[in-house]
């Protein structure tokens, strides 16, 4: 039986007060005054049109200013109040995961790699956007697309990609008569000699995003896989693999510091910047850093493409895309910001504050003056036309995200450096937790 | 004479002092090298020959400046303590009527409810901040450090009952029943005669709820997003890690002052936080 009762004079309904009513009531109240007090400011569903924005942190410090900057000038355009929140990238799945379960959160959000497609639930349709865009630039780079046009929908409009060449010190190559590396085979034979002169090559054999990427890099050189094309056959098992298995640990045993086995993201970057290192696998925000803490190591650092291998040249990169939750308090408003966003001048004016650690997506955009903002930048150019997603040649999946922060592909090479496997040993296991991961679905 | 003296003496050196060394070199360990890396230069940080122990190359204090002018540390850090005071108080209250029931109170089911209360601090908030941020936007709190006031107590109410209903159970029965029996209410007895007798555990109790309330990291991750209501512990790391740039000079800094309250407490109420701990070790 229904406990509300309708005053049939006045038509209003009246709910009887129990005590479990009244304590919940209570509560919510003592607790939302509570809250407002201690925040000093009313909640965001009180304010006329607020739009807020989740980015991951922008590993180039005054993209995030200027993102800063341009929501404010949103705002007054607009009339609308901007707050821009970030948070570290490796702690996004655990905000973006606890917004989409509590179906509230922010508007705007920023999604790398294949995030589009494990949030696809709660995100909006912005293929209107995207195809307008699209008029206008181009099309985007094919592993953009493949990350967030997801079931023939637009779920974020890509905005940024991360690029990983190799990062060398071009005095310590010249002193052992070495030129930048073309391809893997010769990273190894200069990094032999560098080894000797006590200034080895490195990329991390450990549990991180950049070690994913530079062993997914070097397995696609030597044309193995994890996932086959058809995105269902598990294809790590093969002669490729070993031979990739091969090359990784005669490069680790001759040429490299045996410490890599226990960095993080940031270990590359400063063991290149304290002169130690003379080769690394990385963005350039190492680079970034050096120059603007002027340390010694910037005059000699340069770029190259990523290496190639006996099954070309392949690299990943990592894209990043704008999207709007479904339950956001404002999705109208969030279009219009990101129509606003990425018209020429204000994406124009964003994409030149990072010294271009931000790629931009489009094909078109290869001769933007950002590519330009330092002579050394040069090689990065072409790096989008090689560069590839987690698990390529596979379909996007929400699977292969998930392989990704298993570090499947870096245990399984940690394995036979450290001598704890065979290499088919290692393949086998490899095998066995991708199974798993895709046995799941 | 002499070695009659001289017995003690070294008696305390070898029998105390230096079997303590290696627990204090393991437990100061971290706070003198946080200490260290923060006053160093970038460029001795950054270069791999520099001792990292030692400072080589002149003392810097850059990092603490920019922790203060770069950074709303000083909010950070009230929030911290805003959401540690209230969070600790509900869960002590709470807490204390809770283990007072169970270890007084005789009812059907206490020893059960007990265990249950345990097992309850044992769920592992990895799996409960994604349920409990349904319940933080449906109470309206989201985004704001009371998201964190009435989520804490989840894990800390359960806490500081185990504690104290411990504690509670070696204070003898006789002394409240004596007061009952001079008219005193279960009210009564329970405020003052069994609380005061049980200062060192609810001290010890408040210096845990605390420490783990400070400390906490996932749901502050995952319910505040805005810098301005971050707790020291997500606004650290939001702001001083920028993708795989981190600025050590600076999160060392903000780890040494981030622990000064906890250091603070700890040696105020160290007396009382080892004899609450010890409590009902020695048969009375």
Redesign the interface.
Known sequence: MDARQTDHTSGILHTPINRRALLRTG??TL??I??IV??GRA???WAAREL?L?T????A?SSDVKLDELGKRFSKQAGVNV?I?????V?MP??L???L??????DIISLEMHYPWLYRTGLVDVSDICSDLAKKHGEWYSFAKEHAYVNGQWLGIPYLFISFPGSHRIDLFEKVGEKAPDTWEDLLRAGRKLKKLGHPVGFAISQTT?SVTTLYSILWCYGAKDVAEDGKTIAISSKETEAAIDYVKVLYTDAMDPAVLSW???S????L????GSWIH??I?HY??AKE?K?PVVEHTGFHPSPAGPGGRHTVGVPRSLAIWKFAKNVEVAREFLRWFFEPAQYHEWIMSGDNYNHPMWRDMETHPVWDVDPKYKPLKAIAQYSHLYGWPAPPDERIQVITNSYIIPNMFARVVTNTSSPKDAIRWAEGEIKRVFEKK | MATVQRRPVLTKVFGVYLPAVPFLFFALFPFYFMLVTSFKK??EL????AVPFLIRTGIETEHYAKLFTGSPFLVWMRNSV?VSLLSTAVSLVLGTLAAYALARLRFRGADSFGVAVFVTYLVPPTLL???L??V??A?????????L??TYPTFLVPFTTWLLMGYFRTIPREIEECAMVDGATRWQALTRIVLPVAIPGIICAILFAFTISWNEF?YA???I???D?KTTTIGV??DL??????YWGSLMAGAVLGAVPIVLIYVFFMDYYVSGLTAGALKS
């Open positions: 509560g919510r607790a939302g509570a809250g201690a925040a909640p965001a569903g807020s989740l991951a942190v922008n590993y410090p707050r929140d970030h948070l570290q990238s702690q655990a905000k995961s606890a917004q379960m509590g179906k509230a959160g922010h950049d993080d993201n940031a590359n970057n400063q063991w910047n304290s002169g130690r990385n963005p925000s970034v850093v803490k340390l | 970038d460029a950054y270069d791999l020959k805003v901040f994604l349920p941020s349904q933080v936007n109470l309206g709190l989201a985004d704001s450090i009371w998201a006031v009435v996932i991750l995952t319910f997003s805005s810098t209501q790391t939001a890690i920028r993708g795989d740039i981190y």
